[in-house]
């Protein structure tokens, strides 16, 4: 830190207002002071800059380590979000309150249409079983008119109601028997065709209900607008008929449904009478006077070539 100039020993003069002054090396204007009680008070940059960044007014915590965030300032609040209707569901309410017997309408379609696919099963309303049963022991000539009246309790069935009615008339003339068959055909046919007055009323009530809803909401939009006119009645009025037209298309969305079950259960169960009326012919052929006759007749010849 100090440089030899000479060989000679170098002489320390002592100035109380300069500090230590070394001989031949006073150029400097400066003092060269010591503070540091070891005597060595050079003082050095590094502490001089830091010395100097020191808080002037004693703070000791200015480089302090800010405190942790609490819950609350981590976690904000989540902004609850309003709930929103679902968009079909918005359509829907804003036909208005003709809307409401159109769902009823739509409820009463689906509950019947289920009651029906369930009621118009096969395996209810024909049965195999009973069927191959009771007509092949008919025609063999196997079945008495006791058996043939306990068979048809067993089951409960239209076709079984019809060979029922059929049974009672054993014996008398195929005339009779096929009028016994048609009234009972004709009480089966009311109980397969039910409900099917509600589908084809209500495909035919709810397009007017729609149609209804329509002109009120054109009404109530054309009586919204001001007599003043403006730049946005134009807008005012087709919100307001869009708005009105969706009775028209609730309508339409349910009666086109129902005309469907109508015709496909009506369908049905015509052709489960016809099967019937089939099947009936075939016992009333064996069971009437005029086919027992021809069943004895049949037998006779029979029994003489075997004798």
């Avoid at 000479?6 to 002071?33: I, L, W």
């Amino acid at each position: 830190m100090f440089s030899i100039a000479s060989a000679q020993t170098p002489q320390f003069n002592y100035n109380p207002g300069n500090g230590y002054n070394q001989g031949g090396y006073s150029g400097s204007s400066q003092p060269n002071t010591y503070s540091n009680p070891g005597g060595f008070g050079a003082q050095s940059a590094p502490a001089a800059r830091i010395a100097a960044a020191a808080p002037q007014n004693g703070t000791a915590n200015q480089f302090s380590i800010p405190a942790a965030p609490t819950e609350a300032e981590a976690e904000p609040e989540a902004e609850s979000a309003p709930w929103e209707m679902p968009a079909m569901i918005r359509k829907i309410t804003e036909g208005g309150w003709l809307m409401i017997p159109l769902g009823v309408c739509s409820l009463i379609v689906i509950g019947l249409s289920l009651e029906r696919m369930i009621a118009l099963r096969r395996s209810r309303v024909i049965p195999k079983p009973f069927v191959r049963r009771f007509t092949e022991c008919v025609e063999d000539g196997q079945l008495s008119y006791e058996e043939a009246t306990s068979i048809c309790d067993e089951f409960d069935c239209p076709v079984a109601e019809v060979f029922h009615a059929a049974v009672r008339r054993w014996g008398r003339p195929m005339m009779e028997i096929e009028q016994a068959v048609i009234d009972a055909g004709d009480r089966v046919g009311d109980s397969l065709r039910r409900f099917l007055r509600v589908f084809h009323a209500i495909s035919n009530v709810t397009p007017l209900i729609g149609l209804l809803g329509t002109v009120l909401g054109m009404i109530q939009s054309f009586e919204n607008l001001s007599p003043q006119g403006g730049g946005g009645q134009s807008e005012q009025l087709a919100a307001g008929i869009s708005t009105a037209l969706m009775t028209t298309a609730g309508g339409l969305s349910v009666a086109i449904p129902a005309y469907l079950a109508y015709m496909y259960f009506s369908a049905k169960s015509d052709r489960y009478l016809g099967e019937i009326d089939k099947l009936c012919q075939r016992v009333i052929d064996c069971i009437s006077a005029e086919g027992l006759e021809n069943a004895g007749a049949a037998k006779t010849p029979r029994k003489r070539r075997a004798a």
